[in-house]
């Protein structure tokens, strides 16, 4: 029995060897068809491989830290509106202590920055503030030394740093005895008391695009405090607890904090979990299945026109299937010699395909860095691992069969007969029925991809063409960090910005400068407190009646820098410090909602009442000037109410908050010299005005606009690029079909020549089935476009899912590009 399996397994070995090398042969003996296939082939493998392998490393690899799965962020709801990540402090310590469904828990905050002194040289270090359980819970180990203790994390605790092995290695030369040493950070001493090892990746954890950490410090949160400021808060599930379990626990321990501190957290506020890795990914999420369905059309595109290729191919292989046939072959038997020849093609695209894909997506990737998560953060080497390269193979071999498979069926669905009678012609009505659904297939995909692309072109489009209520252009920001003792009072700070605002304008080239204490505006840091109308409830949804509105704290000639208009009254002046009366500037959203068919100028609001001592102000400002509407937030985010505060009178209460949570001065500077010659001696300025402190982060205000659109301009850049590929596939594929029917046809049509019939009469007969073909495949497109423009409605700006003028242009594109003059040069010479 054995040696009669071996001999079978031999004789099967032996056959798939003669089919490899008649597969090899065939490939030989149509280079031109070959290099077209395997060309094509690569072109969809690649993208597809291409594609996955950013899906791999973003939605499916898991976190680099231990049990990923189990690793949850706590979240603030509102309304039912999209949770988002972050609690604060006394909602933590009552989370905390209310929830049994965690085994371990941390606070954090990353991505600020810390002045460090070193050798009498002033330079910004990347810092996290984090509570002692966070290197715990995400498996952060030691090098050298030890993290933080429970005692080191308290209010007023010793001031103590753990250092990265990148900051131990560059700025401490890896000294042996780093552990002990003492580091000037915003004018404070640290011990270092630990070196963190190098595979530690904190990156992920800021859930935004940040640079490298160098330090670690402690967070130090107070019990006692009410303050509402958020910041993010992890934990892990113990194991076996389901989610769910969790989550209940989590919104039960939200009527706990209401119940106890309601001016932290209101009626309509709440806390949930989600996990770790789907917060992280949840922006990229939708583009990225997107895309992978968009390449999936690519793929199957390319599996029509290499069906339709070999359908070609067959039809001048019809005497030999028929005599391999009449000698005694089973059908099987050339049908599988088919299928091998189609397999090798594929798998020959796909190894093509792959090197493409690793070639060029880094680089691809690289342009648009800012529209991908951090997770896929020196992932240089996860592009290619064994996941994505199986999905290759696997996508070669069922491309391979699903091209090769129909031409197969048919070569060995012939008339003997009538083959060999005729020296190897026969009808071909079933094949060029086949060739004709084909095309009509290529039109309906191509077609779908070219308005998807589409409709995300015109979205960008309407974004990059949205006013955002400030001329960006010229204009440059830089960032200074709040801490240390020359920042220790809203007073000293006042005088700092006084004195480099001073030094600043007198560079030559600066037309305004300004500065501010909650960021500029597309820079995705954005402050909201609740501001009311004393006498008058406004029937809002926060304290007292009052608005969740905008909150910007910034210096006089903030608006000038930025142009942005004044509507009504006057901005700030020099003369808005601590001792004359509080004032305000609001923008029209506000003043057309809390004063419709009235001037707000002269009326009175407050701001922060019902948020805390922390927030709350003592008296009400009175609005001096309304500006026009600046969307602060992003492009695609319309403008909220928005109350702008005089810096030089920022409540000590308020300023004291913005301390502690890492606050830091966002300078403005408008200039009609060259931004780049300019940014090396506004550096120095505000380094000598600020006592040593350095900057970081100087970017112009463009630059920040497109950081702001990035992933709507990802996702459009790679459907341009599948639509235009589908295109040119569909277009390809048509004119092949044309070209074979034309040789398939040229006996009729030379008798019809013979005949009398008129050139224009051969060339419409011929062009008329192209055209009939083209309009079933554009009519078949168009319908299934309705439910992929309904899938992208979520991506879309400025422009409905239904666009008319989309609809009715794309199909035109597609239909002027599918009928070549290739089409009458064929007709003409045969």
């Not at 395909?353 to 690289?366: E, M, N």
């Not at 501010?516 to 501001?531: D, K």
Request: aromatic share 6%; hydrophobic share 50%.
């Amino acid at each position: 029995m054995l040696t009669g399996q071996a001999a079978g397994a031999r004789f099967w070995l032996a056959d798939i060897h003669a089919d490899l090398r008649q597969a090899v042969r065939a490939a030989r003996s149509h280079p031109g068809l070959t290099a077209a296939i395997v060309l094509t082939t690569a072109l969809g493998i690649g993208s597809t491989s291409a594609v996955f392998s950013l899906v791999n490393a973003v939605l499916v690899q898991p976190l680099s830290y231990p049990t990923p799965d189990r690793l949850m962020l706590v979240m603030a709801t509102w309304r039912g509106r999209v949770p988002v990540p972050g609690m604060s402090a006394p909602e933590f310590f009552i989370w905390r202590r209310t929830t049994t469904a965690f085994e371990a828990s941390a606070a954090y905050r990353v991505g600020g920055a810390m002045t460090l002194s070193r050798a009498g040289q002033l330079e910004q270090v990347n810092a996290a503030r984090v509570s002692a359980g966070f290197f715990a819970l995400f498996g952060a180990r030691v090098a050298r030394g030890r993290t933080f203790t429970p005692e080191e994390d308290r209010p007023d605790g010793p001031a103590v740093a753990v250092v990265s092995d990148g900051f131990w290695r560059m700025r401490m030369n890896a000294a042996a005895d780093a552990v002990g040493r003492r580091l000037s950070l915003d004018a404070q001493t640290f011990e270092v008391i630990g070196v963190l090892a190098p595979d530690f990746d904190a990156d992920a954890l800021a859930l935004s695009r940040s640079p490298q950490l160098d330090v670690w410090v402690p967070l130090q949160l107070d019990p006692a405090s009410t303050s509402d400021a958020p910041f993010l808060a992890a934990a892990r599930l113990r194991d076996g607890t389901p989610i769910d379990v969790a989550r209940a626990q989590t919104e039960a321990a939200s009527l706990a904090i209401r119940r106890a501190l309601p001016e932290v957290m209101p009626e309509e506020a709440g806390l949930t979990i989600e996990p770790l890795h789907a917060v992280i990914v949840q922006e990229v999420r939708p583009a990225l299945l997107l895309l992978l369905g968009a390449v999936a059309l690519v793929l199957l595109i390319v599996c029509v026109n290499v069906a339709h290729l070999l359908l070609v191919r067959a039809s001048s292989r019809q005497r030999e299937m028929a005599i391999r046939l009449a000698t005694g072959a089973s059908r099987w038997r050339v049908v599988r010699q088919l299928l091998v020849e189609s397999l090798l093609l594929s798998l020959a695209g796909g190894a093509l395909g792959v090197y493409l894909a690793a070639a060029g997506l880094r680089t691809f990737v690289g342009g648009y860095a800012d529209a991908l998560p951090p997770v896929v953060a020196g992932t240089t080497g996860m592009w290619l691992d064994g996941r994505v390269l199986a999905f290759a193979l696997l996508t070669s071999i069922v491309t391979g069969v699903l091209f090769g498979l129909a031409p197969a069926l048919q070569s060995v669905r012939v008339d003997l007969e009538a083959v060999l009678r005729n020296g190897g012609q026969a009808r071909m009505t079933s094949r060029r029925r086949l060739g004709g659904l084909f095309v009509v297939s290529e039109m309906a995909l191509a077609l779908m991809l070219l308005i998807g692309s589409a409709l995300l072109v015109r979205s960008f489009m309407a974004l990059r063409t949205v006013d955002p209520g400030f001329d960006g252009r010229d204009v440059l920001t830089m960032e200074m960090p709040l801490a240390g003792q020359r920042f220790a009072s809203a007073a000293a700070t006042a005088r700092i910005v006084g004195e480099s605002l001073q030094r600043v304008a007198a560079e030559p080239g600066v037309s305004a400068a300004a500065a501010a204490l909650t960021g500029a505006p597309l820079s995705g840091v954005v402050s909201f407190l609740n501001v009311t109308v004393p006498g008058r409830s406004l029937g809002g949804p926060y304290f007292n009646g009052g608005y969740l509105s905008g909150w910007q704290v910034v210096s006089p000639g903030y608006f000038e820098a930025l142009r942005i208009p004044l509507v009504a009254g006057r901005t700030f002046t020099a003369r808005e410090d601590a001792a004359a009366a509080p004032v305000v500037v609001i923008n029209e959203r506000m003043a057309r909602q809390f004063w419709p068919g009235e001037s707000a100028l002269g009326q009175y609001v407050r701001i922060g009442e019902g948020a805390g001592p922390e927030f709350e102000e003592s008296r009400p400002r009175q609005i001096i000037g309304v500006v026009g509407d600046v969307r602060h937030v992003g492009l695609e985010f319309a403008p909220r109410p928005a109350a702008y505060v005089p810096l030089f009178q920022v409540p000590a209460n308020q300023f004291s908050v913005l301390m502690k949570n890492g606050g830091r001065l966002t300078w403005v500077v408008r200039s009609h010299s060259d931004l780049n010659q300019l940014a090396g001696p506004l550096e120095r300025d505000l380094r000598d005005a600020s006592g040593g402190v350095a900057v970081a982060k100087v970017r112009s205000i463009p630059d920040l606009s497109r950081t702001s659109s990035a992933s709507r301009e990802f996702s459009m850049a790679v459907m341009v690029a599948f639509g235009l590929t589908a295109m040119a596939l569909a277009a390809l594929g048509v004119f092949g079909v044309m070209a074979h029917t034309v040789r398939e046809r040229t006996r009729e049509i030379g008798i019809r020549v013979a005949l009398g019939a008129a050139d224009r009469t051969i060339r419409n007969m011929v062009l008329g089935r192209g055209l009939r073909l083209s309009l079933a495949g554009i009519a078949a497109g168009t319908v299934a476009s309705l439910g992929l423009a309904h899938l992208l409605q979520g991506l879309l700006f400025g422009v409905t899912a239904r666009d008319w003028m989309t609809f009715l242009s794309m199909p035109f594109v597609l239909s002027i590009v599918a009928r070549p003059p290739g089409y009458q040069r064929a007709v003409r010479r045969e």
